[in-house]
């Protein structure tokens, strides 16, 4: 089945600094990418969508200068968390979605980022 | 923006009992997409099941199924024989079956626990 590699699972960043997940759709293709931010014991929220060769489309509220996407082929995205703040500590999924019309997403297995 | 409503945001079944979680949706789309996702203490999202709206007959996966009546707008997720390692979150999702619907929108979720 489609595998969605997300790297890192976890890591622990000071306050000021900025941190890179890496997104990778292992045996497929996936112009496009989500990412998400979860919150114990709630929903995903789609962050912003990762679209191949182009710019990201953020969703309302998120900072496209805070949470930089980059979509650099068919099977990477990168989101950088910039100038990190304890309040950006959460959970980041990503998932991809094949080509076919009726593809589910595949996740990633989350990044768990902790800012102190 | 469409939107997926999980109306019970617990739920608990006995082992090798069957349990229903209920999912609701909004659209004025008549092709889409409807999807139950698994997210077990490890955070993993895991597809359970999908359904395609065109599709009459509901789908099934060994002990899941799903009863999907479209005119109802719902979409509920049956687990036969439930054993432990099915307690989990659960989302349901939706996705709209144009070209350009990209998105996935996702209800709440509910949070299901098997007793032993």
């Known amino acids: 089945g489609a595998v969605v590699s997300q790297h890192p699972s976890r890591v622990i960043c000071k306050s000021g600094t900025s941190v890179k997940i890496e997104c990778r759709s292992l045996?497929?293709?996936?112009?496009?990418m989500f990412w998400y931010r979860q919150f114990p014991k709630q929903s995903l929220m789609l962050m912003a969508t990762?679209?191949?060769?182009?710019?990201?489309?953020?969703e309302q509220g998120v900072e496209k200068d805070k949470f930089l996407i980059n979509h650099a082929s068919l099977t990477l995205s990168t989101l950088t968390v910039t100038s990190a703040h304890p309040e950006d500590s959460s959970f980041y999924i990503c998932?991809?979605?094949?080509?076919?019309?009726?593809?589910?997403?595949?996740f990633g297995n989350g990044t768990r980022l902790t800012v102190t | 923006a469409q939107t997926v409503t999980q109306s019970q945001p617990e739920m608990s079944v006995q082992e090798a009992e069957t349990v229903t979680l209920s999912c609701t949706y909004d659209?004025?789309?008549?092709?889409?997409?409807l999807f139950w996702y698994k997210q077990p203490p490890s955070r993993q999202m895991i597809l359970v099941i999908r359904?395609?709206?065109?599709?009459?007959q509901n789908a099934t996966e060994n002990r899941f199924s799903v009863n999907f009546q479209k005119a109802a707008k719902s979409f509920s997720l049956k687990i036969s024989d439930s054993q432990l390692g099915d307690a989990a979150m659960y989302f349901c999702?939706?996705?709209?079956?144009?070209?350009?619907?990209?998105?996935?929108?996702f209800g709440t979720g509910t949070s299901l626990t098997v007793i032993p």
């Open positions: 998932s991809a979605r094949g080509l076919q019309n009726n593809s589910p997403l595949h």
């Open positions: 045996d497929f293709q996936a112009t496009t």
């Open positions: 990762s679209n191949e060769g182009s710019k990201a489309t953020y």
């Open positions: 659209t004025s789309e008549s092709d889409y997409y």
């Open positions: 359904q395609e709206a065109y599709k009459q």
């Open positions: 999702a939706y996705r709209s079956g144009s070209n350009t619907g990209n998105q996935f929108y």
